[in-house]
């Protein structure tokens, strides 16, 4: 059975960093996936913030381009984000995803597996 499961998060003030990670264990088949964190927000759609495109490509949402950086290990099987200069607008719970195929990579729906989720508090 395919699990992710993210560490890393907590609280700290805004301007401080924080770094999320993500391993993928069991089997999960092809590495050349997407693999993302999103964020969601009490009463809010979730969101994508980072996505690791078929191991490659990166791209983020705009909202978090500059400030955070996602990477992806040799092995396809950690995914770590980034994030610095923090903001209030940035805390929320923050979910590890990745898909089973090549697909598009910024839409919700494309991602099969997902973590627990990990909750992320900016305070101002």
């Known amino acids: 059975q395919v699990q992710l499961v993210e560490s890393g998060g907590g609280s700290v003030q805004a301007g401080g960093s924080l770094r999320l990670t993500c391993v993928v264990s069991?089997?999960?088949?092809?590495?050349?996936?997407?693999t993302a964190w999103f964020r969601q927000v009490p009463g809010k759609e979730r969101e994508v913030v980072a996505i690791?495109?078929?191991?490659?490509?990166?791209d983020y949402a705009d909202s978090v381009k500059d400030r955070f950086t996602v990477s992806q290990d040799n092995t396809k099987l950690q995914l770590d984000l980034q994030m610095n200069n923090l903001k209030p607008d940035d805390t929320a719970m923050y979910y590890c995803a990745r898909s089973r195929s090549a697909g598009a990579c910024r839409s919700r729906s494309t991602y099969f597996y997902w973590g627990q989720g990990i909750q992320v508090t900016v305070s101002s």
């Open positions: 690791v495109d078929m191991g490659r490509r990166t």
């Open positions: 069991g089997n999960p088949g092809s590495r050349d996936v997407c």
